[in-house]
């Protein structure tokens, strides 16, 4: 079957490409001109200096074998240990996992919520004003810096309405850990206050994230909605006499959910991308402002961790997307 | 359509079509605004100087008509660096997208004519790049290269020309198959005549929409690395710098973090209402079937 | 809505409101301080700073304290000691009866652990303590008496020794492994007498104690009977914080602008104390051509000191011209030091035998604005005096391993020097003695025989005139050569609820003491 050798044909290359992907890292981190070692030795270090280092850090082993060193430990499952945090990098991650994944889902949720209702609205009141309302907004979404919304956010209700905290996860310690979520977790162990605090924390972060993803489903949720409106059998429908509503519900909503459905699990990518920047404003502590502050802190076995972790996932969302493509749209041409 | 002739044709009628369209005139309109007043910035600002001069006895004043948009912790006038800022925007954009242009289209180009390991090795050297953030993955590049403006721009670069490459690859394999072009090839032509000839033509459009709605797409990544401390050093007025500088300001300094911010979002809307435009124009078989996995 | 999403949302609602009114139900008996730095470890012997001061104040004890300001020392666990007439050896006698948080006496044997194994973790004080008195010296004479043997008379050591945190040695020693001196269990756990007993703790989060009733030190009638410390990185929650409730007190050297905030907020008080906490650019002295004397002092008259402090501090600090905080003993009135001036800057640089071709790298911290602020000021005054320059920035840990050596440390690099110990040999000493290089503070690599002799003189002398007048000429012949650029002298603005009485201020411990601290009502 044509789907089955798809997914055979680029799994065969998940392997190659996560080396591939490991390899960039470990060059931008080792041989690109700014060399970190001449970087911490400073611009006017003699060579001599520069290649003392070089020893005391283990940097003078040929490059080759000092990148099959790395992937060898991390064969065995060993990503190394923070240089910051001394501790091992695997166990940092699946500490700071649940922060985005909460973040990420709160921001998914929200813009799924609002945004597909509003695209369906849009497309049945095209040419309204909601309709062209929603689409100045939604370009506007993702036009607008997702750190200066944060800002903004902030501005208006932390700190002028006082509505909400300004930043971070929750003030001071978080429920017993079960799931690490602390929605989850302070529901579970009955800990009202703590949940409350915990969603009024993740009211901005989660709007702030959701803010393009809601954009940009709202324009596709419109255009499918479109596409299957003036399709033939749906006219066919309307000059058979059916309510308009019954027609909405039973046919477009159907197909344009369908196609929207495949869309969510692309979103889901955008906003871990996006949780960097946002993390970051509203000092979240999540992968994201774990991999910005490895990376400023010169972490870089944390860095190549976190490369790992989000590139493995970021080839297998490829993968079901390309996959799903396929399945939906047998028109699309992927290799 | 592949005449000179014709090309010239085509062009009048796209740019006819797009002038009756209102909000791809107003994406224009606002990127010529843009270059207006990254052009003319000595001349449009009122104290020029302020791109590294300081004036500390004038720190956090609210606007007024000494300072149409107030002044920074420095004492500088916000206006006259915002209208230097979108010098660096423009630059910034301009060569990051440019440059990604240069290497992605050839690489699409050549993974989309050849079939075989060729073409899948270089379409799964795109999904290692495609594979991390593309923040994250400029965010490396920026810090270990240390921060200024051509790293800046090299990080970039290096993020976004997997985004032309899979559309020169994608669009390559599409014509690929149409039958004027395997005719012209079973008769013998070049691989490069039939590349010049029939395939860049026709992967032009999309080449174009991809770029203008890259540009938009570049300039927020350049300003989250400004925003991070990752872009030009201080004094450069960086719009996404000023934005990180004015945080610890607000509420009471609202106009130092509201302009920067305002003009990166008149800038990117500009981009992308023209890039959405020339899409509707240029391409009506994208405009529906678009995903969100083309931003 | 169905019965269930009812309720649903009504546990929602009932649960911010009580998120928002549970603070001020404990307000009387908690206390709750933002901090600016993570608490990433609770051992006492391995952090010598004040980002992380409260760990070792509030949950340790040493033989004696600093308090209050001007800062004293005052007899802690330790009642008295003597010094030997060669003031080589230091003895003294422990109070009786003083016990650690699980129930042990603390005794000499503890005291001496504590001496031996800050040298063996090689960090906080050690680097100090190590010039004073070698590993295996420190000997238990009796159960209550200690003595210290030194290396060399040292004037400083009296000062120093309340950073020897007296750590329980028998629980220590439980929890050993492989040699380390229970640093991987203490990073996470703790073995003190103070008065606070650790209750929690996250190296995210922070850490919270309890009330240690059994005390050496008698509790007044009122007291804290929970603190917790946390870890609040950005000002603007900080200041957010104190004025929502959320804080009752946090680190008082916040921009002005947000001191501002808090003196206008209804529950909150502002405690302001001259504190020691100079601001200085270091000059790498070793690289051309900051060799040359008249670039170093053309660099000291392009720096708008009054439009730093005046403008853009708001007038909050004080001018400090020599690298000795104005209120401590040993500075030499009579010496001004360089004011801002151009003209001066580029006559100076017509003068240098050594041309400045290149742009010179000025470093600052990254998250401390202040720094990239006085880095921006500098760079300015240099580019009308003809000199370009490079801005860079570090995270704090980062430009500590950049500043160990010449070759790797920035031109100019600005921060803050604080209190470690009441002595000018905190500052000029390990400042421009060139046996300190390789420190934090001497990044100046400043290499000068003659104010070699004359800081080592201080320290070998008990006698304070003699002391005074070394520090003071080498503060003169330092400043004359420019070595670096001296800044401001901090003031503390100490936010603290309004409510709360008892606060003892110190330069070294910046409040963050809580025992002595109680709600007035």
Do not use: C
């Not at chain 3, 742009?359 to 370009?388: C, H, W």
């Amino acid at each position: 079957m044509r789907l089955l050798a798809l997914a055979l044909h680029r799994l065969a290359w998940f392997v190659p490409t996560l080396l591939g992907l490991l390899l960039v890292t470990f060059v931008i981190s080792r041989v690109i001109p700014a060399d970190p070692v001449a970087l911490v030795a400073g611009e006017t270090a003699t060579p001599a200096q520069v290649e003392a280092l070089r020893r005391q850090l283990g940097f003078d082993r040929p490059l080759p074998v000092q990148f099959a060193d790395y992937v060898a430990r991390l064969a065995r499952g060993d990503m190394g240990t923070s240089i910051f945090t001394r501790r091992p990098i695997a166990e940092d991650l699946a500490h700071r996992l649940p922060a985005t994944i909460e973040l990420t889902l709160a921001a998914m949720v929200v813009s799924v919520l609002v945004g597909i209702p509003l695209g369906v609205l849009s497309a049945l009141w095209r040419n309204s004003l909601l309709d062209h309302a929603l689409r100045v907004a939604t370009v506007s979404g993702l036009a607008i810096a997702s750190f200066w919304l944060g800002i903004m956010l902030q501005l208006l209700f932390a700190m002028r309405l006082g509505w909400t905290p300004l930043n971070g996860r929750l003030q001071g310690f978080p429920p017993r850990s079960i799931t690490g979520f602390y929605l989850l977790d302070a529901v579970l162990t009955g800990d009202w206050p703590t949940f409350g605090g915990a969603l009024l924390h993740l009211a901005l972060p989660a709007a702030t994230l959701a803010f393009p993803a809601l954009a940009t489903l709202v324009r596709f949720t419109r255009a499918g909605v479109l596409d299957v409106m003036q399709s033939n059998f749906v006219l066919y429908e309307r000059a058979m006499g059916l309510p308009r509503f019954v027609i909405v519900w039973k046919y477009i909503l159907r197909s344009a959910l369908t196609s929207t459905v495949t869309q969510v699990g692309l979103l889901f990518g955008i906003l871990l991308a996006g949780a960097v920047v946002t993390e970051a404003v509203f000092d979240w502590p999540g992968i994201g402002t774990y991999a910005v502050n490895s990376i400023l802190r010169s972490d870089y076995n944390a860095v190549m961790g976190f490369t790992v972790w989000a590139g493995a996932i970021f080839i297998v969302v490829n993968l079901l997307v390309d996959v799903t493509h396929t399945l939906v749209d047998p028109r699309e041409r992927v290799s | 359509m592949s005449s000179s002739k014709g090309a010239s044709t085509a062009v009048w009628f796209v740019l006819r079509r797009l002038t009756r369209d209102r909000s791809a005139l107003l994406g224009f309109a606002l990127i010529v605004a843009l270059l207006l007043a990254a052009l003319l910035a000595p001349v449009l600002s009122t104290h020029p100087d302020d791109v590294f001069e300081l004036h500390p006895s004038e720190r956090l004043r609210a606007p007024s008509r000494a300072h149409w948009l107030g002044t920074d912790r420095m004492g500088a006038d916000v206006y006259s660096r915002l209208l230097f800022g979108a010098r660096i925007t423009i630059l910034i954009g301009v060569i990051a997208v440019g440059a990604s242009l240069i290497v992605g289209v050839p690489v699409g180009l050549v993974a989309g004519y050849y079939h075989g390991w060729v073409s899948d090795l270089l379409m799964r050297v795109s999904d290692v790049f495609l594979a991390v953030p593309q923040v994250v993955l400029a965010i490396a590049i920026a810090q270990t290269l240390g921060p200024s403006l051509p790293n800046v721009i090299l990080a970039l670069s290096a993020t976004y020309w997997p985004w032309f490459a899979r559309v020169a690859y994608a669009e390559t394999r599409s014509i690929q198959k149409e039958v004027f072009v395997e005719s012209t090839a079973a008769l013998g032509a070049s691989p490069w005549r039939l590349t010049a000839l029939h395939v860049l033509p026709n992967i032009a459009s999309p080449i174009i929409v991809r770029a203008s709605i890259g540009m938009g797409f570049t300039i927020l990544t350049a300003a989250a690395l400004g925003f991070l401390g990752l872009g030009p050093p201080p004094p450069t007025p960086e719009w996404g710098r000023t934005i990180a500088e004015s945080r610890e300001f607000l509420p009471d300094a609202w106009w130092y973090a509201t302009a920067p911010g305002l003009a990166i979002f008149l800038t990117v809307m500009g981009f992308n209402l023209l890039g959405d435009g020339l899409r509707d124009v240029l391409d009506p078989r994208l405009r529906r079937t678009h995903t969100a996995r083309d931003e | 809505m169905t019965h269930g999403r009812s309720s649903l949302v009504l546990a929602i609602v009932i649960g911010m409101l009580a998120a928002v009114s549970s603070a001020p139900v404990l307000a009387q008996t908690r206390f709750v301080f933002a901090n600016e730095s993570p608490y990433d470890t609770m051992d006492p012997h391995a952090a010598f700073d004040v980002g992380r001061v409260a760990v070792r104040l509030n949950l340790y004890d040493g033989l004696y304290r600093w308090l209050d300001n001007p800062p004293k020392l005052e007899p802690w666990l330790a009642e008295s000691h003597t010094v030997s007439a060669d003031g080589l050896t230091y003895t003294f006698k422990l109070r009786r009866g003083a016990k650690f948080h699980d129930g042990a006496e603390v005794t000499a044997e503890d005291v001496r652990y504590s001496a031996d194994r800050i040298l063996a973790v090689k960090k906080g004080a050690a680097a100090l303590l190590s010039t004073m008195i070698a590993s295996g010296t420190t000997k238990a004479l009796d159960r209550y008496t200690v003595q210290f043997a030194l290396t060399k008379p040292a004037a400083i050591f009296l000062a120093v020794v309340p950073e020897v945190h007296v750590v329980n040695a028998a629980l220590l020693k439980k929890h050993e492994k492989d040699g380390d001196w229970g640093e991987a269990w203490l990073t996470s756990n703790e073995a003190g007498s103070g008065s606070y007993a650790l209750t929690r703790y996250d190296p995210a989060v922070g850490f919270i104690a309890r009330r240690f009733p059994g005390h050496f030190m008698p509790w007044g009638a009122k007291y804290i009977e929970e603190i917790e410390f946390r870890t609040v990185k950005e000002d603007n929650t900080r200041v957010l914080g104190m004025i929502k409730g959320d804080y009752q007190g946090t680190g008082g050297y916040l921009p002005n602008d947000q001191v501002k905030r808090l003196r206008e907020a209804p529950n909150v008080k502002i405690i302001e104390q001259e504190s020691m906490r100079i601001k200085i650019f270091q000059i790498n002295n070793q690289r051309p051509p900051l060799n040359d004397v008249h670039v170093r002092r053309a660099i000291s008259y392009a720096f708008d000191y009054d439009g730093f402090n005046k403008d853009i501090l708001g007038g909050s600090v004080e001018r400090n011209p020599v690298p000795i905080p104005n209120n401590m003993w040993g500075v030499p009135r009579d010496v001004k030091g360089y004011t801002y001036d151009i003209d001066k800057a580029k006559a100076e640089l017509a003068l240098a035998k050594a041309k400045v071709d290149r742009p010179l790298t000025i470093g600052y911290l990254q998250g401390f604005s202040q720094t990239e602020q006085a880095a921006t000021v500098m760079a300015n005054g240099l580019r009308k005096a003809g000199i370009d320059t490079k801005l860079t920035s570090e995270v704090w840990p980062t430009m500590v391993e950049r500043m160990k050596k010449p070759e790797t440390s920035p031109d100019l690099v600005v921060y803050w020097i604080s209190t470690y110990y009441a002595d000018p040999n905190n500052w000029i000493g390990e400042m421009f003695h060139s046996g300190q290089w390789g420190t934090f503070k001497a990044s100046s690599f400043y290499k000068n025989p003659k104010v070699d002799d004359l800081l080592d003189t201080a320290l070998k002398s008990t006698d304070r005139k003699v002391r005074e007048k070394a520090y003071q000429d080498a503060a003169r012949i330092v400043v004359d050569e420019a070595a670096g650029v001296w800044v401001y002298n901090t003031k503390y603005f100490g936010p603290w609820a309004k409510s709360l009485e008892g606060i003892r201020f110190s330069p070294i411990g910046n409040g963050q003491e809580v025992r002595w601290v109680y709600y007035s009502k």
